[in-house]
């Protein structure tokens, strides 16, 4: 009996000791994220190479047509890309970043992504802008569009309207960028398969694999928002790539954004 009761009272200790064990580890896991320290893990802006290939396509730069409704002083809307305007993924269906600077009494905005050469309409959407400036993405359904193929070019960008257009054929603002689908080779699918969490986005800059680094990243501060590390080294990103309107996205929030106005494709 008192065999028994020994060996009952020693099991309820181990499941004890268990539990607070697993408890401990699952808090660990939890506060991983938001650990201040990771500089060391965070190299990104040393490590961004941009891809060697060939010149990027012209594209019409950023500006004004019309009426102008954009309250910031260089009246563009910048693109979270690389200075030369192009930028690769791995993505059949990536995230497009787009800064939303100041503004008043826009009518409407437009996302689109077509192919490159063929001008092909691939994806396009009408959104709501958002109601303060700031940082949203795009992020393309699979159900709604067919996927980059690879080695192809595609155009995308943002249009918007500061007055009825009834035709919807002259956007006040158009900005635009390139995207192109790579494949992925074996050392770097090997790369990414022990990849960290926190040296995943490493990884992409390394190899010059612009969007998915920068989606890593976003993903990252938003479980990290006031870790200045994170804020330091999401700045010398954008500074190593010469990001065109770098100085006024770099301290903007991403937003929760936005809202279709109306069903596309």
């Known amino acids: 009996m008192r065999y028994l009761l020994l060996k009952t009272a ?9 539990l607070s064990i697993a408890g401990v580890l699952q808090r660990t ?10 500089s060391s893990d965070w190299r990104i802006s040393q490590t961004y190479v941009p891809p060697d290939r060939g010149a990027p396509p012209t594209t019409t730069s950023s500006g004004t047509r019309g009426p102008q409704c954009l309250l910031s002083e260089k009246k563009i809307v910048p693109l979270l890309i690389p200075g030369n305007n192009i930028g690769i993924t791995l993505s059949k269906h990536p995230t497009f970043f787009i800064y939303i600077p100041p503004y008043q009494e826009a009518e409407k905005a437009r996302f689109f992504l077509t192919e490159w050469i063929s001008e092909e309409e691939i994806y396009q959407e009408d959104f709501q802008l958002p109601e303060k400036s700031g940082i949203i993405k795009i992020k393309i359904p699979a159900e709604k569009s067919a996927p980059l ?15 009825y257009d009834p035709l919807g054929e002259s956007a006040d603002y158009l900005s635009q960028g390139f995207i192109e689908r790579i494949e992925a080779d074996i050392d770097l699918l090997e790369k990414l398969k022990t990849a960290r969490p926190l040296t995943l986005p490493t990884v992409y800059a390394s190899e010059g ?9 976003v993903e990252l501060r938003s479980l990290n928002i006031d870790n200045p590390q994170l804020i330091d080294d999401w700045q010398k990103l ?9 100085e006024e996205f770099i301290q903007a929030p991403v937003l929760d954004c936005c809202e279709r106005m109306e069903e596309n494709n």
């Open 149 to 163: 193929e690879i080695g192809k070019t595609y155009t995308w960008g943002v249009q918007i309207w500061c007055e």
């Open 29 to 38: 896991a939890l506060a991983i994220p938001n650990f201040r320290n990771i």
């Open 238 to 246: 954008f500074e190593s790539a010469n990001s065109q309107g770098k």
């Open 209 to 217: 694999i612009w969007y998915d680094a920068l989606e890593s990243i």
């Open 10 to 18: 020693l099991s309820v200790v181990l499941v004890m000791e268990f």
